[in-house]
């Protein structure tokens, strides 16, 4: 009695889990310190609140920082004391 297997000789072609990649955000800082900025210019596109909005600057429902004055870009730091009493670093966003 012969016996034939039923094994592929060859493997599959057309699936793989590999080659998917998402296209870049174009997140970052668009205004330096000392750029100067028009009403509603975009400062900087962010994911969370890694800096945050000071003097004539807002903040927009993505993260993203915006002017709201003409004038011109100033960073600064400032200290803040958190909900546990903590305090910690902030960077600033200001217009002036």
Known sequence: MLYFSRMAHTKSAGHTKLGRDS??????????????VKKGEVVIRQRGTKYHPGE?????????????????????????????????????????
């Open 56 to 96: 004539d600057i807002r903040r927009g429902k993505d993260d993203t920082l915006y002017a709201v004055k003409d004038g011109t870009i100033k960073f600064s730091t400032k200290s803040k004391t958190g909900f546990d009493g903590r305090r910690k670093k902030i960077k600033l966003v200001n217009v002036k």
């Open 23 to 36: 296209i870049g955000k174009r997140l970052g800082i668009k205004k330096q310190d000392g750029d100067s």
